[in-house]
């Protein structure tokens, strides 16, 4: 079995302390004059991206996490921070649109010998296997292989339903195991504060074929993932 580390990370140390749990409070508020206040967003439905994001910058500039076991609040910068990071995992829309595109249920169970044809055309329509094994799995292996962190993208629910976009999930990878073709991917979860046993497994012997992947907190599924993009930012309100 061939294992990779990121140098010497570890969630119960380089993670926060605190789970993903902050108190109902607007992402952003804006006072529009005298007439009324205008809030987006919750807090209370996770910062996972801003979490996951803040973890690998102060990972990158050799930051380590507060000992809080509690999350900052509003008021405070290190929770503002945490916002804004969580803003930026958007990347501009285009990371909620790559979750909606790989929670189409219309997706194939199985790679169609056309969606190749397609792609040529700027249409994809492969199967979300086909997705994690020839795309999305290089992509991270090769941030591991390199020494870097890697940012992903937890598909967890199969809807057209933009609303459910919230159920979906940021984390970062430090490593793997690779074990013949078996994959298992070792996961810093903001949901799981100081927690070394999260892990995310997949089969890359047929990216053809429909695969499950195994997340090791069941009752959640996690149908797909991706590599989500992410520029490095100085942690200051954390220094």
């Known amino acids: 079995m061939a294992s990779v ?5 570890r969630p119960s140390v380089h993670g926060f302390h605190f789970p993903n749990a902050f108190a109902r ?5 804006f006072q529009l004059g005298s007439v009324a206040t205008l809030d987006i967003g919750d807090v209370a439905n996770g910062l996972c991206g801003g979490m996951s994001y803040t973890a690998r910058d102060l990972w990158e500039h050799s930051v380590r996490p ?5 999350p900052p609040a509003r008021g405070n910068p ?6 804004n990071r969580q803003i930026d995992s958007f990347d ?6 790559r979750f909606f595109k790989l929670m189409d249920p219309n997706r194939p169970a199985r790679e ?3 969606a190749e044809l397609l792609g040529r055309f700027g249409i994809d329509r492969h199967s979300r296997t086909w997705v994690m094994v020839n795309v ?3 992509a991270i292996r090769r941030d591991l292989d390199g020494g870097s962190l890697a940012t992903l993208g937890l598909v967890k629910v199969v809807s057209l339903d933009p609303n459910k976009l919230g159920l979906n999930h940021q984390v970062v990878a430090y490593g793997y195991d ?23 497994s997949f089969d890359t012997a047929d990216p053809r074929a429909s695969i499950s992947t195994s997340w090791s907190r069941p009752p959640d599924l996690v149908f797909c993932f991706f590599r989500a993009p992410y520029e490095k930012k100085d942690p200051t309100p954390f220094r």
């Not at 580390?5 to 990370?9: A, E, H, K, Q």
């Not at 810093?188 to 504060?193: E, G, I, K, V």
């Open 178 to 200: 690779l074990e013949g073709t078996v994959v298992t991917l070792r996961i810093c979860d903001p949901n799981f504060a100081d927690d070394e046993t999260v892990t995310l």
């Open 78 to 83: 290190r929770f503002e921070y945490l916002v």
């Open 66 to 70: 507060p000992a809080d076991p509690a």
């Open 112 to 114: 169609p010998w056309w």
């Open 136 to 138: 999305e799995w290089p």
């Open 5 to 9: 580390r990121v140098g010497d990370f």
């Open 92 to 97: 501009n829309g285009l990371v909620p649109l």
């Open 25 to 29: 409070d607007p992402i952003r508020r």
